[in-house]
């Protein structure tokens, strides 16, 4: 294993701890401004794991080696959106053939809604320019019914919006690809 290959494992570890980090500081800020009164002075509800109950067992509908699906998450009320972006199919678009491996590291997202407890899955999505070593889906975000996901090292040349994506003369420029219910 090279030294780059070390520190970039060590990095994707801290930046995962980072993002957790955030979150339960994230979930501790909100449930102190639900606790607030109009005129009361802030009160932090206290939380119970013990009274937990796991919901659900998540995997992706085309699981692979090193996938690593679940390096990115986004959740908005019953709908949970997940990265994969070691993911290796060529499919394009929503809900592509997810058996062609032939993109190593072109990255998918998964969308999962739950409905009376029971989550399942409703598209598989890969960038409308499907490229070996993008990582689609390194980064996701859902909200105000839009999904966003991003590929930090996709190739494309283009510039603004809906460019050419077929010229993938600039190495690792990164996309943003947007996704909204019809």
């Known amino acids: 294993m090279l030294a780059t290959d070390r520190f970039s494992i060590l990095s994707e570890g801290l930046g995962r701890v980072v993002r957790l980090l955030t979150l339960a ?7 102190t401004l639900l606790s607030c009164g109009s005129d009361e002075a802030p009160q932090t509800v206290p939380q119970t794991f013990a009274e937990l109950k796991q919901q ?41 053939n997810q058996a062609d491996n032939s993109a ?17 899955q409703q598209a598989y999505l890969k960038a409308s320019n499907t490229g070996a ?14 999904l966003v996901v991003g590929a930090t090292q996709q190739d494309s040349a283009a510039m603004g919006i809906d460019g050419n994506q077929a010229d993938n003369s600039v190495p ?3 996309a943003v690809y947007v996704f909204q219910p019809q």
Not at 25 to 31: D, E, K, P, W
Not at 61 to 73: I, M, P, V
């Open 104 to 120: 190593p590291d072109s990255g998918a997202a998964y969308v999962f809604t739950r409905t009376n407890g029971v989550w399942s």
């Open 133 to 146: 070593g993008d990582w689609f889906g390194a980064s996701v975000v859902l909200a105000d019914n839009m």
């Open 56 to 96: 659900g067992h998540l995997k992706a509908s085309n699981t692979g080696a090193a996938d690593w699906f679940g390096n990115s998450l986004a959740v908005a009320g019953d709908t949970l959106v997940v990265g994969a972006r070691r993911e290796n199919s060529a499919a394009t678009g929503i809900d592509g």
């Open 25 to 31: 500081l994230l979930t501790l800020a909100t449930m």
């Open 172 to 174: 690792d420029s990164g």
